[in-house]
């Protein structure tokens, strides 16, 4: 492996392996550090692959960034511009070259982290750090594994400027062995810089040929000035693809015609395995579906999150697909029709791993429900809007049903002002005591009246699972002191949460510093709600 021959010379490489494990576990990887020598030097580097995706509470890595500035930079453009901000850089030399382990790389979240180290509207300093960073990273032999291209704001705009532009255009070692590309895009803005974007697909599309996982996210559909250009560039950009195994679809619909158009591609149907399809709308392709699934020689995976059109015909497309594949998820929020996806559900049920529904209120849901109860046992992941007194005895055999598998759970429960029965409370009884013994992930949404009482219901029946990550968000007329009480007497004290998320009529529990601490004591970790939150599709793609 690349770090034992760097690092180990003809030691085994075990313990490669060993920290090799503890790559997504920051605060191990930390601890690793402490441990010798050899093992800070074989942790670092998986600490400093991807530093913009920790969560930090400080920016010290920034700082530590700036120490690499070669002489030239320091001089001319920061000594007196970050003295003037008195901010104080030590400009010394660093026990590692950490720009050179970068390997994944979001835009919006470097932009995100230097401007709050900044804590300040700097945008002209910010884009410089910004540019200095990543010619840092270049000039210190950095190399992508993972690229996200992230334009949301107008300030993303901004520090995807020329110059920056023309530092990537211009050194493809940066890029070239590029393995994952996220395209995350605003189409209200991006308009702005068209021209640069445009010459970055191109250069994609000459330079990275290797991509194995393709994420394509389109914020608004409003049609910009240069759309069929986007398209033709991203359509062209998949069909140049020798190994790309994984594609996710959240994008309009003349996007994705023409994006799902190009899986005939020869490159392509031979080696792709897994497509995503969220929140999209089936009818502009809801003809080609067969055709193409047909030709996916290898295809082994479909997931469908939260789509629309899911009708008739596209139920028979799907059912009629020569090639044998697994729906794994089955997530619906728009209306559709149950005895089309009861037939869905009877074909691919028993290969089901994710489901669950935005809008509760359709007809016939029931036989939908026993459908799932008799087909569907390996769900890991369920998510339910609205529990109501005619399916809580259906949804409570169902997440009974599928105990043994479940691992993340996403309820919300709502109470209108002129409406309560006990259907909810039913629910929040039962469910605590059959949920599994370990949870991965809880998510709970209360909103209307008396939902402090369901919560104190839930807390107290479900004493004997242990949530990894629980995640509440309550709006109520209660006092949050109250709601505070419950969750220390049956969360803290008994010790049967280990991270914890809570938002209280809009107010983030992470920013209470004494309530923090004393959750602390028990071992219990506040995070912030929206920094931590999962949503299904990110449970998916990894």
């Not at 690793?32 to 998986?46: F, G, S, T």
């Not at 929140?279 to 469908?304: A, C, G, P, S, Y």
């Not at 009629?320 to 037939?343: A, D, G, T």
């Not at 004493?463 to 509440?472: E, S």
Request: aromatic share 14%.
């Amino acid at each position: 492996m690349t770090y034992s021959k760097l690092y180990l010379g003809n030691i085994p490489e075990l313990i490669c392996e060993i920290i090799q494990y503890f790559r997504n576990d920051f605060s191990t990887l930390y601890s690793c550090i402490l441990v010798n020598k050899l093992w800070c030097r074989l942790a670092i580097p998986l600490l400093w692959e991807d530093p913009f995706s920790i969560h930090v509470q400080n920016f010290q890595f920034i700082e530590i960034y700036l120490c690499n500035l070669n002489e030239d930079d320091r001089i001319n453009e920061y000594a007196n511009i970050l003295a003037d901000m008195e901010i104080i850089v030590n400009f010394s030399n660093t026990l590692f070259n950490y720009p050179s382990f970068i390997k994944r790389l979001n835009t919006h979240k470097v932009a995100c982290f230097i401007e709050n180290w900044l804590m300040d509207d700097h945008l002209e300093i910010s884009t410089l750090i910004y540019r200095s960073l990543i010619k840092m990273f270049i000039e210190n032999e950095g190399n992508l594994h993972s690229f996200e291209v992230e334009v949301r704001t107008s300030n993303d705009c901004d520090y995807l400027n020329d110059s920056i532009m023309e530092l990537i255009l211009q050194n493809p070692n940066f890029t070239c062995n590029i393995r994952h590309l996220n395209l995350i895009l605003n189409m209200d803005i991006i308009y702005d810089i068209n021209t640069n974007f445009f010459l970055l697909l191109k250069f994609l599309c000459s330079n990275c040929n290797s991509i194995s996982s393709f994420y394509i996210r389109i914020i608004n559909d409003c049609k910009f000035e240069g759309a069929k250009h986007f398209e033709k560039w991203l359509t062209q950009l998949i069909n140049t693809q020798q190994n790309l195994k994984k594609i996710s679809f959240e994008c309009n619909d003349l996007v994705l015609y023409d994006s799902f158009s190009s899986l005939k591609n020869s490159n392509i149907s031979n080696t792709l395995k897994i497509i995503t399809f969220y929140r999209i709308d089936f009818k502009e392709i809801i003809n080609n579906i067969q055709e193409i699934f047909n030709q996916l020689n290898v295809l082994e995976t479909i997931h469908i999150i939260y789509c629309y059109s899911l009708n008739s015909d596209f139920v028979q497309q799907i059912i009629n697909v020569i090639r044998p594949f697994k729906l794994k998820s089955l997530l619906l929020s728009s209306k559709f029709q149950v005895e089309s996806l009861q037939l869905l559900i009877q074909k691919f049920g028993s290969d089901l791993e994710n489901f669950g529904f935005e809008n509760y209120y359709i007809e016939s849901i029931q036989k939908l429900f026993k459908s799932v109860i008799k087909y569907c046992s390996k769900i890991k992941y369920f998510s339910l809007l609205e529990p109501n007194y005619n399916n809580v005895n259906l949804v409570l055999n169902l997440i009974e049903n599928i105990n043994q598998n479940l691992n993340y759970l996403d309820i919300k429960f709502k109470c209108h002002y002129d409406h309560y029965d006990d259907s909810s409370i039913i629910m929040s009884k039962n469910l605590g005591q059959i949920l599994p013994s370990k949870l991965g992930f809880l998510k709970l949404e209360f909103f209307g009246i008396k939902q402090s009482k369901l919560l104190k219901i839930f807390l107290e029946n479900s004493q004997n699972t242990f949530i990894k990550r629980l995640f509440i968000k309550i709006t109520v007329q209660e006092e949050v002191k109250d709601i505070l009480h419950y969750i220390k007497e049956y969360i803290m004290k008994k010790k049967t949460v280990k991270y914890l998320a809570i938002i209280i009529n809009y107010q983030d529990l992470v920013y209470l510093e004494d309530e923090v601490k004393e959750f602390e004591l028990y071992n219990i970790k506040v995070q912030k709600y929206d920094e931590y939150y999962i949503r299904v599709i990110d449970i998916v793609n990894n």
